[in-house]
């Protein structure tokens, strides 16, 4: 378990090991990273744009036979 002696002596060796401005200069970076992230989630949240309502009319023919016809034919060659 984490005392909170065990936090000063780890907190007094990055210091001694990256130094003021290194971890500054860190926590600065992990800062912006947050901020970048949260507003990426908070542009997320838009719903999506509407979707046309107008229906495409297609024209066609319409022959004889039906699907099951034509896999027959497909399948015996």
Do not use: Q, Y
Not at 46 to 69: L, M, N, Q, W, Y
């Amino acid at each position: 378990m984490l005392s909170w002696t065990h936090i000063i002596v780890v907190a007094a060796l990055v210091v001694l090991l990256f130094g003021r401005g290194k971890v500054s200069d860190l926590m600065g970076d992990v800062a912006k990273g947050i901020k970048s992230f949260k507003k990426g989630l908070a542009e997320d949240d838009t719903p999506p744009p509407a979707r046309p309502t107008d229906a495409k009319i297609i024209e066609g023919t319409v022959t004889e036979g039906s699907a099951s016809e034509a896999k027959d034919k497909v399948a015996n060659g």
